[in-house]
C-alpha cells in the first residue's frame, strides 16, 4: 500500500472516520489495528522483523525501569541495540561487505537476496532511541506492550518517518481526540500541499534527473542542470512526502515532529542539518554526538590537544572529529555503497573544518568590514551554502563514487542548456511535453520559493488559511486538487517516494 496510491487515501479517510466513531477509549487499539494491517499488506515476512524490535525493546525498557545496578542496565541496554541493530546491519549492509571483500579474496563470494522490511531504518532509530532514554532515565518505561507496539508501528510515519520521541508522542498518540474541523482543514491542507511537492515538482524533475544522471556520458551538457533538478527533486519528494505523512496522521490528532525547515535558506551546511531531515539529525546529536564528545577517550583527546595546541584549535578539533564520525554514521544510514559514505563525509568535513576555522572567518570579517547581519551578506551565505549543498547531491544520487566525480568535472567544462529540450518526458517517451514540464517546474518552483519564504519570515500558512472566509478556503483547497492531475505525472508511471527505500 504505497503512500501515494488513491488505496491509501481511502484507507486513510475511512479510517479517520471510524475513529471519530468509536468510544474514544477504544481509539489507539484501533490505531494499533490499522497499523498492522498496513504492514502486513507489504508483506507478511517483514512483520516478525519490527516484532522482534517491539519485543525486545519493551521488554528491555521494563527491565530497565525495575534494575538499579547501572552495570546491568548498561548490558541490557548494550544487548539490545546489539540484538536490533544487528538485525539492520545484517540486512542492509551484509551484502555491500561481501562485494567489496571480493577485491580481495580469489573467486566470487556467495550473496544473499535478504529481503528489507518496510520502514526498518526508522522503526529501529525510533525504538532504540527509546531504549537509550530508558537508559539514560530520561523517560518512563511503557508498561502496556500494546502502546508501545503502536509507538514502533504507527502506520503513516512508518515508511519515511519522521523519527519520534516517545516522551513527546505518546502526548498526542495515546490521548483520547474528538473531531475537531480546523485540525482537519489543516490535516487537508498538508496532504494537499504534500502531493503538490511530489506530483508537481519532484515526479516532473525525475524525467530530468534520470536523463542526466543515468545517461550522464549522452548529457555531459546537463551536468549542473542533473544536480538543480535532483535538488528539487528530493526536497520535493521527501519533505511532500512527511507533509502527507504528518497530514494524515493530524486526522487521528496525532502531531507528529517536524522534519524540514525551509533548508535551502540554510546559511552554512550545519544550519541545513538543522533544517532538513531534522529528526534524523537530533537523532544522530542526542544519541551519537554527546556520547562521542563525552566519552572516555574524547576527553582524553581533549587533554592531549590541550596540552599540545593553540587554545582555540585544542576547543575545535574534538567537536570537528566528533562530527566527522557522526555524519560518517549518517552516510551509512543513508545506504550500503560507498558514495554513501562520502556523502557523509563530505558533509562531516565541511562541518568539522568551518569548527575550525571559526575564528579566523571572524577576525576575516572584521578586517573586510563586512556586516554578517546584513541582508547582502545573508543571500550569499544562502548562495554559498545552496552551492555547497548540490556538490554533495552528486554523490547522494550518481551510482557511484567516480561517476560523481566525472559529472562534476563535466558542470564545469560542458554547459550545453538545449539539451534540455531533448529529454523525453511522459509515458510515451517523446519531447512533446518536455517544453510543458520545464514551465511547470518553473511554476512550481516560484510557488514553493513563495511559500517558504512567508514560513522563513514566520507565517503560518495554515492558521492564516483557517481565519480567512470559507469560501476562500475552499477555492484554495480545490484549486490545489485540481492542480494534481492537471501539472502532475501520474503515480503510476514515476513511482513512489525516494525515503520509503530506507
Avoid at 17 to 45: E, H, M
Avoid at 483 to 489: N, R, Y
Wanted: glycine share 8%; hydrophobic share 50%.
Amino acid at each position: 500500500m504505497n503512500l501515494n496510491s488513491l488505496v491509501m487515501l481511502l484507507f486513510a479517510a475511512v479510517s479517520a472516520v471510524i475513529y471519530y466513531l468509536i468510544p474514544k477509549r477504544f481509539q489507539p487499539a484501533l490505531l494499533l489495528i490499522l497499523s498492522t494491517v498496513y504492514y502486513l499488506s507489504n508483506g507478511f515476512g517483514a512483520f516478525f522483523f519490527i516484532l522482534a524490535t517491539a519485543v525486545t525493546t519493551y521488554l528491555s525498557g521494563l527491565a530497565l525501569s525495575k534494575e538499579k545496578e547501572d552495570k546491568k542496565r548498561r548490558l541490557i541496554t548494550a544487548l539490545t541495540l546489539l540484538f536490533n541493530f544487528g538485525i539492520l546491519f545484517v540486512l542492509k549492509y551484509t551484502n555491500f561487505i561481501i562485494l567489496n571483500l571480493e577485491a580481495f579474496l580469489p573467486g566470487k563470494l556467495h550473496t544473499f537476496e535478504w529481503m528489507l522490511p518496510l520502514g526498518i531504518s526508522f522503526y529501529t532509530f525510533q525504538s532504540m532511541g527509546y531504549l537509550l532514554d530508558m537508559c539514560w532515565k530520561r523517560t518512563e518505561a511503557e508498561t502496556s506492550f500494546f502502546r508501545f507496539a503502536l509507538f514502533v508501528s504507527f502506520f503513516p510515519q512508518i515508511m519515511q518517518g519522521p523519527i519520534g520521541r516517545y516522551g513527546k508522542l505518546r502526548k498526542t498518540l495515546f490521548a483520547p481526540h474528538s473531531f475537531d474541523r480546523e485540525r482537519t482543514e489543516t490535516a487537508i491542507l498538508k496532504i494537499l500541499w504534500g502531493f503538490f511537492k511530489k506530483m508537481v515538482l519532484a515526479d516532473n524533475a525525475l524525467y530530468f534527473v534520470n536523463a542526466a544522471f543515468n545517461d550522464y556520458e549522452l548529457y555531459p551538457g546537463l551536468a549542473v542542470f542533473a544536480v538543480l533538478f535532483y535538488s528539487i527533486q528530493l526536497y520535493g519528494d521527501f519533505s511532500g512526502g512527511i507533509d502527507v505523512v504528518t497530514g494524515i496522521a493530524l486526522l487521528f490528532g496525532v502531531e507528529l515532529d517536524e522534519n524540514f525547515r525551509q533548508p535551502y535558506f540554510a546559511t552554512s551546511i550545519a544550519d541545513f542539518w538543522h533544517r532538513w531531515h531534522i529528526t534524523l539529525g537530533t537523532w544522530m546529536k542526542d544519541y551519537v554526538f554527546y556520547p562521542i564528545s563525552l566519552s572516555g577517550w574524547m576527553g582524553k583527546f581533549r587533554k592531549w590537544c590541550r596540552k599540545h595546541l593553540p587554545k582555540q584549535t585544542a576547543r575545535a578539533i574534538p567537536v570537528a572529529v566528533a562530527n566527522i564520525l557522526v555524519f560518517l554514521v549518517v552516510g551509512i544510514w543513508h545506504g550500503a555503497a560507498w558514495k554513501y559514505i562520502v556523502y557523509g563525509l563530505y558533509n562531516g568535513l565541511i562541518i568539522g573544518i568551518s569548527e575550525l576555522l571559526a575564528v579566523h572567518y571572524k577576525n576575516a570579517k572584521t578586517k573586510l568590514h563586512i556586516n554578517d547581519k546584513s541582508r547582502g551578506w545573508r543571500v550569499f551565505m544562502v548562495l554559498r551554502t545552496f552551492l555547497l549543498v548540490n556538490i554533495s547531491w552528486f554523490f547522494d544520487n550518481a551510482a557511484t563514487v567516480p561517476q560523481a566525480f566525472i559529472m562534476m568535472r563535466n558542470a564545469v567544462t560542458h554547459f550545453t542548456p538545449s539539451l534540455l529540450l531533448t529529454v523525453p518526458v511522459g509515458p510515451g517517451g517523446g519531447t512533446g511535453l518536455t517544453k510543458y514540464a520545464l514551465l511547470i517546474l518553473a511554476f512550481g518552483c516560484t510557488l514553493l520559493f513563495i511559500v517558504s519564504f512567508l514560513r522563513e519570515r514566520g507565517v503560518n500558512i495554515p492558521a492564516y488559511l483557517l481565519q480567512r472566509p470559507f469560501i476562500v478556503r475552499i477555492f484554495v483547497y480545490l484549486l490545489l486538487f485540481i492542480m494534481l492531475p492537471a501539472l502532475g505525472q501520474p503515480p503510476v508511471q514515476t513511482g513512489g517516494f525516494i525515503y520509503a527505500q530506507f
